[in-house]
Nanobody, 122 residues
Framework: QVQLVESGGGLVQAGGSLRLSCAPS????????MGWFRQAPGKEREFVAV????????YYADSVKGRFTISTDNTKNTVYLQMNSLKPEDTAVYYC???????????????WGQGTQVTVSS
């Protein structure tokens, strides 16, 4: 069974930056879309960003547009989430997911990582 492994989370002050990475445990694994979702304490998991396998299509949640950038390095089979101008409300566990289409609907993603904690202090 393929696993998605996230890294790059941590503690940062408001206004700071972090870059999350996600790579599958098997290099030959690929899906048509890779997405990032997040779950804050006491809240439901929500969509953050998604990118198509070619990198040609990206979509973002309104709350992160202009601050977060999703990208992919197909030579490393890795997807990144560059997070700038972080706010305390960005604090959450961030999950990487792989699915068949670059959409925001969680049910269409069939592989999920374990999550990485991002904490933004004020």
């Amino acid at each position: 069974q393929v696993q998605l492994v996230e890294s790059g989370g941590g503690l940062v002050q408001a206004g700071g930056s972090l870059r999350l990475s996600c790579a599958p445990s098997r290099r030959t694994f690929s899906r048509d879309a890779m997405g990032w979702f997040r779950q804050a304490p006491g809240k439901e998991r929500e969509f953050v960003a998604v990118i198509s396998r070619s990198g040609g299509n990206t979509y973002y949640a309104d709350s992160v547009k202009g601050r977060f950038t999703i990208s992919t390095d197909n030579t490393k089979n890795t997807v990144y989430l560059q997070m700038n101008s972080l706010k305390p409300e960005d604090t959450a566990v961030y999950y990487c997911a792989a699915g068949g289409a670059p959409v925001s609907r969680q049910s269409l993603y069939d592989y999920w990582g374990q999550g990485t904690q991002v904490t933004v202090s004020s």
